[in-house]
């Protein structure tokens, strides 16, 4: 696993704006809860309904609501997926950053001006 890779640039700047990534895993976490709910079951009753009645359902709408509950649940994934995005890039603010050096200018000997620190 190569380890020197670098972040796409949405990724940095989420890194760099902890509060802000905060507030969007917070929303992206809501919106994915009111998409998907009951979504599992709304999915299986319109199979249902379109294996029960077959063509005359399709026609009747059950073929524009199955695809409008796939958007749904795709829509719910891309929440899904910019809360993990979110929660990955709070994490590597923890883990790799802490408060004096976000705000210090790095210096050529230790990558950051703080002569106190020792690596």
């Known amino acids: 696993m190569n380890k020197s890779r670098t972040h796409t640039p949405l990724f940095a700047w ?9 507030i969007v895993m917070s929303i992206s976490f809501i919106s994915f809860g009111v998409i998907s709910i009951n979504l599992t079951s709304y999915v299986a009753a319109n199979a249902n309904y379109i294996a029960t009645y077959r063509w005359m359902a399709l026609v009747d709408g059950g ?16 929440s899904y997926l910019l809360f993990k995005l979110c929660e990955h890039a709070l994490i590597e ?27």
């Open 93 to 119: 603010r923890i883990a790799h950053y802490s408060h004096d050096d976000h705000h210090q200018a790095p210096t050529a000997e230790t990558g950051v001006d703080n002569p106190d620190r020792s690596e």
């Open 63 to 78: 073929l524009e609501q199955f695809l409008e509950l796939w958007l749904k649940a795709f829509a719910a994934l891309g």
């Open 14 to 22: 989420l890194v760099d704006h902890s509060r802000l990534t905060f």
